[in-house]
């Protein structure tokens, strides 16, 4: 049998019956692998959008696996979420070789990469263990781990749950590790994984793992020809975040910090350098570590009250830092590494690396050589001191097509949301792909009979008082109508404060609030609630998962326009105006279009699910760009007026 034929076979002869108890064909999904298969064979990339329903997984699953056997090559699924990468090495993968076994008789071998450092340690544990050189207050939690670790090598950060400081004590750091020479490579967790990955006919990994490993010249992982990736409406910003850099200057002084801090046996200091220099680089240290205090003084003042703040000038104020860290290395460089035992060797190595590559970025910052990056400091969330100095790459388009679509042999990406209006114009740019064939596979469910898209056609000005004023009565009325269970969208902080101050006491519902706790905590809460109402910003338009019941309503505040004070969308905007385009049509509304039909989409999970969106921003009906919005939505029934969504709501409930 041929790939088709047995993607056929496996689609209709009822062998996954075996496996999924209320499985039933789908000719999408069919249509799905025999897309992939066509264009890999064309040798062509390939992007399809699959809505929700379609059972994309299994749909690039099976062609993935088919091909790996058959051609004998490694393929890549690079997901975005953990949730996603659980369900496929748990659930969907087991399926698809069972599937292929029963076929074929051949087996389907696959492992999930982590980086490294989610791994344990066991030289790292061990010697935290002998040295007591872990925090007192975890004695019982090290001892815990290390039994569990010492039973059975072959585990991760997820099944260890050990708690963030601890596991910093514990982790695999890959400039800590003579990982030829360790005398516990034998029992070494992240060597099995290693070992396991080249075994692997398919490789599981995130979309961070995938981009480091492209910053790290393809170093991580075992090579592999062939990629799909799924959520893939995410990797360009994804690969902006792991191409770019963040120096933390909190860290950057911690660091400094631990090189002198006293211990048994010394500082690593004192244990690197000749005696006879230890006062020249405690002057050294001195000054590096005053040059850190003072430019975070001066940076804060440069933000004052600002989150972020672009840098349109060389960051001149931080050249003393610059400088102070150039000492630092000079003085590192004094050391002689090979008189020392491989513990403090490793260690001054590591530390030495992590200064050079700090050094490196902030002299990006200070003279802005590279003008194809946008620069800018960010304050940390809830600190009033620590301040970030950021950069990225603007044109992350041209990497991803030299270091992806012309490095590997066949790629695929997958995501519910990829078309503009029926043109997949915008993601094809956002990747630099010019070659691929394309495909939209719509959703099966039936959205005019499973949802009421309620749109106010109030014409107020979102930016107004008045429309928060005027988006609570409706709120309100939406959240008592379906009585709770409402997932409400906001596009700022700002907006999602001022109306949970005027609703929170006026509902009969209680409010989980993305801006008082994090997001997977809220979200857990909200789930454990019978009718609780959850307000979320950004991370809440996409990638939850709230099927059934879980959600009767989503209420979508504003049009998702990107803030345009971000630095990094007015960059974006400059160029696409020097290159004499249309910011706009080319780079904003496309973006908006696509995180609205991220929103809508947290509605309907299932054939049976049932239930209101309300887009509380009257441009999408009065502004000309609206209907572009409305093209890229489900077709769902409209309404205008509360009164009709009350009788469209009842009826369809009925
Ligand atoms: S090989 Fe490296 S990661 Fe593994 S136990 Fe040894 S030092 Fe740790």
Sequence with gaps: MDINEIIHTVFTDGVLLNYIPDYEYRAIQEQMADAIITAWYNEKHCIIEAGTGTGKTLGYLLPAALFAMHEDVKVAIVTETKALQQQLMLN?????????????????????????????????????????????????????????????????????????????????????????????????????????????????MNHYLFFSNIAASKSLVPDFKVVVFDEAHSIERIASNQLGFAINTEQLKENLEHIIRRRKGGALLERVLTYDMISEAMEVFDNALRQVQLSKKILNDIVKNLQTLRLRNPLAECLPLLKALEEVLRLFEKAEPETMDEDLRLEYEYHKASIMDIWHDLGMAVFMDEESYVYWLEKEKNSQVNIFICGQPLDVASIIHKEVLDYYDHCCFVSGTLSVNNSFEYFKQSIGCDNADTLILSSPFNFTTQSVLFIDTNDIDPNSEEFIDASVARLTFIVNMVKGRCLVLFTSYTMLIGVYEKMNDTIPYKIFSQHRVNASTILHEYITCSNGVLFGTHSFWQGIDLPGDLVRAVIIMKLPFEAPDSPVVQAKIEKIQKEGGNPFMKYQLPYAVLLLKQGFGRLIRKSTDKGVVAILDSRIVTKAYGKIFLASLPEAKKVYTLEELEKAYTAMMM
């Design 92 to 204: 969907d993968l087991p399926i698809i070789a069972n599937a292929i076994r029963d076929i074929t008789g051949t087996s389907l071998t696959y492992a999930l990469c982590l980086g490294s450092n989610n791994y344990p340690c066991y030289r790292r544990l061990q010697n935290a263990i002998d040295t007591g050189s872990f925090d007192k207050s975890k004695e019982k939690e090290i001892y815990h781990v290390h039994d569990v670790v010492t039973k059975q090598p072959a585990l991760t950060r997820f099944d260890i749950m050990a708690g963030e400081s601890l596991w910093h004590t514990i982790c695999r750091e890959s400039q800590l590790c003579p990982i030829h020479t360790c005398k516990y490579k034998n029992r070494c967790s992240y060597i099995l994984a290693k070992k396991n990955w080249q075994e692997a006919n398919i490789l599981v």
